[in-house]
């Protein structure tokens, strides 16, 4: 599979994206996934790793943004769920990255089918249903973490195997299981998810990553979240313009169909296994190329 280095490319799906995103509160991860394999030409390990990239920018241009719309002083009472959650995602994150470059492709692709289309039900769900906050869990310390950390593996898992920050999972967790109102809670979103990220980035940069070659940085990852940053500030800007509830809908049955459409039909030759980018090196151009 060859890789398509289009700088204006990448920001324009970045772009795209990333105001979808911002309609609906979340970084448009999972769009961007299917994006860098059908389009961009990334492997299905490749586009994890660069996905993760653009996930972590995109909330931490977000976050000045979200600590102005919930100060401190309602995000200090959640803070042992915040860390029960973080424990766990943060040590989900590096147990499923570490497994994700030993993955055999062909598994690997049919795994982030299931997780895609999964959110897409997801987004779904919360579309046709309005989610108030309902506290589910024990006030007590114990039930509070250990609730959070089991919540957490889940979410960690599914950031190292999607690149992605998981918002669509962590803030109905807050919502529905800590009664966290839902502006705080996507503050909360961020805090969990930024840590959880950085944690599976670590175990993308080892040698063979495509995230040591420079070409793809000036080519895909720069581009792309630039793309994204702005897209996301556009469909934060943007929103109210479009119902909400129908943006969700409509974007999960796309984001079901997207990824149908890639992950169902990767090449034979993604059965293979072997180190990240091997593929690349034997059926592509040397890495740097155009």
Known sequence: MTR????????????????????????????RLPALVGVLRFSAREAVAVNLVASFVVLAAAFPFRAAAAPLAEIVPHLPAVLGMLAGA????????????????????RL?????????????????????????????LGPTLLVAAACGVVIGLVSSLLGVAGGELIIPAFLLLFGVDVKVAGSLSILVGMPTIAVGL?????????????????????????????????????????????????????????????????????????????????????????
């Open 112 to 140: 982030i089918l299931i997780l895609l289309v999964a959110l897409g039900l997801i987004l779904i769900a919360q579309g046709l249903f309005v989610a108030e906050p309902t506290r589910l869990v024990g006030e007590g």
């Open 90 to 109: 943060m040590s989900a994150a590096w147990i499923g990255a570490g497994w994700l470059r030993r993955a055999p492709d062909r598994l690997l692709g």
């Open 4 to 31: 398509v280095r289009r700088p204006a490319l990448s920001f324009g799906i970045g772009a795209a994206v990333g105001t979808a995103g911002g309609l609906i509160g979340l970084g448009g991860a999972e769009f």
């Open 202 to 290: 670590l175990r993308h940069f080892g040698p063979g990553s495509v995230l040591r070659d420079g070409g793809v940085w000036r080519g895909t990852i720069l581009p792309l979240c630039a793309g994204s940053v702005a897209g996301a500030i556009l469909g934060a800007l943007a929103l109210g313009l479009v119902p909400s509830r129908a943006l969700k809908v409509g974007l999960g049955i796309i984001l079901i169909w997207s990824a149908w459409g890639v992950f169902c039909h990767l090449p034979q030759g993604a059965g293979t296994t072997g180190p990240p980018g091997a593929s690349q090196r034997r059926g592509g151009p040397p890495r740097g190329g155009p």
